[in-house]
């Protein structure tokens, strides 16, 4: 924070998570007076065949923002792994009685799409959680941002159209133009200005760990639609001199509870059974290396990004299904498109003005409302036990595997470049 500016161009980031850390520093890169406030627990050093439980997807259009903001060298490029390309799976079953006669025997759906066919270097990079997190805390300090370990409490403000002041959980005033809410789905800022949010549940919970398998997984992203849920096979590191997976398996949250409430040794032998049996054995036999997590998930969005003062990114300000893997995507977009709008203002506004923070909003409703359409509408239609929706939604894939161009679009769509 530059105490020779006035504090009402002084930008406060609410959060230190990844979005967080990502919004403070492109910010900090465009110029902008920027602090950020939020815990600072210290990151477990990083050991060799040990791996973060959580791992993301990191798309091209995120790796392209984060080489412009200068984090992608810092991160160790044996801990990264390019995915070049993806094959997913359906879920075979008979089709529609009267369309037996006229339609060709079904089959288990598949579709193979793959980086070159989209022109791209990889379709994306999985990326421990940890490790970016490192990487964006030593830019953090190289810009020598302010960060202030303390926890957001509350706001005042003395006229609708001014800045603002935080109060934080230590009793400390904190003066700005504009709090940013990089503080997670349960955003106490958004809470504290009462905008709402439209929530609905999956009745799923997302279960994670990582695995060593049998056979190479050849840089290969593997998904399936099984019964029990969405199946993601992550491609890793080697570990322990061991081809590595990270597993995503959004199962039905009673099903998850069972499996979650075994002892560990029963765990094991349960995950590796249903696992093998769900990938059909392409991977060899599958071993658990880490215990397994879960995550409630849940789809959610803030009836509004901004409002006086306030502007929300990442889970703040939308939660999706983590089917397409795009949460944090998302959130690092709302980073680049917050920074670019601030700086591109005209000379005469302030951080706060609401028709600044409004062309935020607008830049990013239709990449927001495309992914929630896509992670939402493809969850519902394979989650649905109708036979006729199985069948067309099987035949779907083959029929999708089968078109070149529209597998060009699809991977260069999926690249959000
Ligand atoms: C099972 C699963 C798999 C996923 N896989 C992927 C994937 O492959 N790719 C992908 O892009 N996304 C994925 N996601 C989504 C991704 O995890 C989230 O979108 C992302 O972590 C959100 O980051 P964030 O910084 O917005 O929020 P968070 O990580 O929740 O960070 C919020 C921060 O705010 C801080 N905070 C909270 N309260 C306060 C306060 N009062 N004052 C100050 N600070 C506060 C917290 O301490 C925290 O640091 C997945 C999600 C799930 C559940």
Request: proline residues 7%.
């Amino acid at each position: 924070m530059n105490s020779s500016r006035s504090s009402a161009s002084t930008i406060i980031v609410i959060g230190t998570g990844i979005a967080g850390l990502a919004s403070a520093l492109a910010l900090a890169r465009k110029d902008q007076d920027v602090a950020l406030l939020g815990p600072k627990a210290p990151l477990p050093p990083a050991r060799a065949d040990e791996f973060d439980p959580r791992v993301y997807a990191i798309s091209p259009a995120s790796q392209q923002f984060l080489v412009e903001l200068g984090i992608w060298d810092l991160l160790p490029a044996d801990r990264v792994m390019p995915v070049e390309a993806m094959e997913v799976f359906g879920d075979a079953a008979s089709p529609p009685a009267d369309a037996v006669r006229r339609m060709p025997a079904p089959s288990t759906g598949r579709v193979e799409l793959s980086a070159w066919q989209g022109g791209l270097a990889a379709m994306a990079w999985i990326v421990e959680s940890r490790e970016l997190e490192r990487a964006l805390r030593q830019a953090v300090q190289m810009f020598n941002i302010r960060w202030i370990a303390d926890r957001y409490a509350g706001l005042e403000r003395h006229a609708p159209d001014a800045p603002l002041m935080l109060r934080t959980a230590n009793h400390a005033g904190l003066p700005c133009g504009l709090a940013v809410g990089a503080d997670g789905a349960d955003s106490p800022l958004r809470e504290s200005i009462g905008l709402p949010v439209t929530r609905s549940t999956y009745d799923a919970t997302g279960l994670v760990m990582h695995l060593s398998v049998a056979l190479p997984h050849q840089g290969r992203a593997r998904q399936w639609f099984t019964p029990d849920g969405v199946l993601a096979l992550l491609p890793m590191p080697d570990a322990d001199g061991q081809p590595q997976v990270s597993m995503v398996w959004s199962m039905r949250t009673a099903k998850a509870d069972a499996l979650l409430a075994m002892d560990a040794a029963t765990q094991r032998v349960a995950m590796g059974e249903r696992l093998f049996e769900a990938t059909g054995g392409v991977l060899g036999a599958l071993t658990a290396r880490t215990s397994l997590v879960g995550f409630p998930l849940a789809l959610q969005s803030a009836s509004q990004m901004v409002a006086p003062g306030v502007a929300l990114v990442g889970d703040a300000a939308h939660l999706v299904h983590p089917l397409a893997g795009q949460g944090l995507n998302l959130g690092l977009g709302d980073a680049k498109a917050l920074a670019d709008t601030l700086a591109t203002r005209e000379a005469y506004r302030n951080v706060y003005d609401l028709r600044v923070l409004r062309r935020y909003q607008r830049a990013r409703a239709e990449p927001l409302l495309a992914m929630r359409l896509a992670t939402d509408g493809l969850y519902r239609l394979f989650d649905s036990p109708l036979a006729p929706v199985n069948w067309l939604r099987n035949a779907g894939m083959n029929v999708v595997d089968r078109l070149p161009p529209l597998k060009r679009l699809l991977v260069q769509g999926a690249s959000g470049l």
